[in-house]
């Protein structure tokens, strides 16, 4: 039995082959005859091709509706819940895209805070960092820094940091003062951390301990657990984690208040960090003493107990002068035994970098507020400069402050950055070289922002057409301050003195007389000089170099020039500058200096008299006379010895 399909396409074949065999006759007449016999053939074909399909279907319609109604009942039971996954589909793929495009980012660690899962990661992680430091000696530090580090590089940072901080706190944060050895040994852990994982491990740890110092300084209890913060943040800057800028904040804040017990923790924390502070600091260790000491005099007398502020004072005194002896229980051994365990376990990391935290006690105190400019790339959500009650705390030195004809000078000057813009305007505007110095350490600059403070301050000297005295008082209190300002005053003159030939003769005096100056306070050492090759010296070296040593010979005491010439006499490495020196001098110096008139003009010291040649050998005489052939002797600031002949 055939479909009505089959039916057609069998009437197409034979319509074709009847078509392909017709020949003869006129083609009209064929075509005629063959179409009206096949339409004729085919009508009837078709007729009863479908009146036998009409009597089946007539006759399994029955039957088809019947298994219809079956197979459309389970396919309405089969595809409602596919239907009801792919609604519930649809209304999650909206709800993602709705949420996705309104709500908020979230990091990494704010997401899925209440799930179990991760609750439990962060119990095992903390069980394992405090298994590790349960087993923390100085013998094993460096296998255990080691495993740290691989739980660093396994973990998130993050993580890492709140557990270690926590850790480390609730083992040595306790009521009872905690012994000395125990926070050494914690305290390098987390110095050799800070050193080779990032600054952001000793970062967050340094900002939790100060704040929670912050909270119980302020609510003073019978516990040691401010006694044992203090001394986690002097061991800290034992272990080179932060700078002596948070020492010293933390010292004022002391003496400031100067209560009993602000006293006994001065004297803890100098008997922990004093001679370091001495010898990274000594100008705000002085300003300190000297504060301390007028507060003993105004509020002492109020306290029954004078012999504690008398032992603070003398205590202080002692480390003005640098004796150690007279500090009860300072020892130095143990900090420099671990000292050295440090540089042996970070000397593979550091190479040679500055990993200090150079930040002060309100920077930190006001994180939240300011942010953490101290550590770098950290992401902050606040308003920049913002505080909690709506006012700006902008900087002192901004550019709104500075009037506009400043700001054009500024300009003028090629002051194209914002740091040499302020720094500029506040060398500019300041009262006095004492304000200016104060105005630029405030400015909050570091590392190479810092140094355009030497930058502006050489480019603004040498643009004077006459010398001006304030550039060189305010480049010797610079020096004074810190060893980081003289290295890069060194390094700006060794630029000068590649582009004298191309310097103007306002410019190329100004620098003669600022290096003149420089090397008479000593802020310079003469070893400056060693970068000139005396061997091929062209006319503006020659100048320069005539002009600086006669006007220091001329300028300068006898005692100060032996200090001057005296730092450069032992040494090897500086032979060729000596020799070089010497040269110059008899030949660009000595030749045409004029002669002392015939009353001064000494007379040559007898080579026999024993006192004589012992006395010229001394160099610390100006005018004598022997003892013993009474031949009398007048040196001239520009000749420093008579030769002597056998």
């Known amino acids: 039995m055939y479909d009505s399909e089959d039916d057609l396409d069998m009437a197409k074949d034979n319509f074709s082959k009847l078509e392909e065999n017709e020949s003869g006759g006129s083609e009209d007449e064929q075509q005629m005859s063959s179409d009206e016999e096949h339409s004729e053939s085919m009508n009837d074909e078709i007729g009863s091709l479908d009146e036998d399909h009409n009597s089946e279907e007539s006759n399994a319609e029955v039957d088809e509706n019947n298994g219809e109604e079956e197979d459309e009942e389970d396919e309405l039971m089969a595809s409602e819940p596919e239907n009801e996954k792919e609604n519930t589909d649809d209304q999650a793929m909206e709800e ?3 949420t996705t495009s309104t709500s908020k980012y979230l990091p990494p660690h704010l997401r899925n805070m209440g799930d179990d899962k991760r609750k439990a990661e962060l119990e095992k992680l903390k069980r394992n960092v405090k298994g590790l430091l349960n087993r923390l000696s100085e013998p094993n530090m460096a296998s255990i820094s080691g495993q740290l580090e691989e739980m660093y590089m396994n973990c998130s940072r993050k993580d890492m940091n709140d557990t270690l901080t926590e850790v480390l706190l609730a083992a040595c944060v306790t009521p009872s003062l905690m012994p000395d050895r125990l926070l050494m040994e914690h305290v390098l852990l987390l110095s050799v951390l800070h050193h080779a994982v990032g600054l952001e491990v000793g970062a967050h740890f340094l900002e939790i301990v100060v704040r929670n110092f912050d909270e119980i300084y302020k609510s003073p209890s019978e516990g040691k657990e401010c006694d044992n913060l203090i001394a986690i943040i002097a061991h800290l800057y034992n272990f080179q984690v932060v700078h002596s800028l948070l020492i010293v904040d933390i ?6 208040n100067f209560t009993e017990k602000d006293i006994e923790l001065v004297l803890f924390l100098l008997r922990n960090v004093g001679f370091a502070l001495r010898k990274d600091d000594a100008l705000a260790l002085k300003d300190l003493i000297s504060e301390a000491q007028r507060k003993a005099t105004d509020v002492g007398a109020q306290f029954k107990d004078q012999t504690r502020v008398r032992f603070m ?5 002692a480390l003005k002068n640098n004796d150690m002896r007279k500090i ?5 051994e143990p900090v420099e035994r671990l000292r050295k365990l440090q540089k042996t376990l970070t000397s593979r990391s550091t190479s040679g970098s500055d990993m ?5 006690l309100d920077g930190l105190l006001r994180a939240e507020q300011v942010g953490r400019w101290w550590i770098v790339g950290s992401s902050w959500s606040g308003a920049p400069m913002i505080s909690k009650d709506g006012t700006t705390a902008a900087k002192e030195t901004t550019v709104g402050q500075f009037s506009a004809k400043v700001l054009d000078l500024a300009r ?4 194209n950055t914002e740091v040499r813009r302020n720094i500029f305007c506040v060398l500019m505007t300041s009262e006095d070289y004492l304000d200016a110095f104060d105005k630029l350490l405030r400015m909050g600059l570091k590392d190479k922002q810092e140094r355009e403070i030497v930058h502006v301050l050489m480019d603004c000297c040498l643009q004077e057409k006459t010398f001006n005295a304030f550039y060189a008082v305010l480049g010797e209190k610079f020096c004074n301050h810190d060893r980081r300002f003289q290295m890069t005053f060194q390094f700006n003159v ?6 004298l030939e191309n310097l103007p003769s306002s410019t190329f005096n100004n620098l003669v007389q600022l290096i003149t100056i420089f090397l008479q306070k000593k802020c310079l050492p003469l070893s400056i000089l060693k970068v000139i090759e005396f061997g091929e010296l062209d006319k503006p070296k020659v100048r320069f170099l005539r002009q600086m040593l006669t006007k220091l010979f001329k300028e300068t005491d006898p005692e100060d020039l032996i200090c001057i010439f005296g730092k450069i006499s032992g040494v090897p490495k500086l032979g060729m500058l000596r020799e070089g020196l010497k040269l110059f001098i008899s030949h660009f110096v000595l030749k045409n200096a004029q002669s002392p008139p015939e009353l001064w003009r000494p007379k040559r010291p007898s080579s026999n008299c024993k006192t004589c040649v012992l006395t010229l050998q001394r160099l610390k005489i ?12 007048h040196f001239r600031k520009l000749f420093v010895i008579w030769p002597l002949q056998s």
């Open 96 to 98: 993602n895209t709705q």
């Open 251 to 256: 010292l004022k804040l002391f003496v400031d």
């Open 313 to 317: 004072l003398e205590t202080m005194m």
């Open 328 to 332: 009860p229980g300072y020892d130095p």
């Open 356 to 360: 200090k935290l150079r930040v002060s």
């Open 412 to 415: 003028k000057q090629r002051m």
């Open 494 to 499: 060794w630029d000068k003195f590649r582009e």
């Open 622 to 633: 100006t005018s004598m006379s022997c003892n013993k052939c009474h031949t009398k002797f």
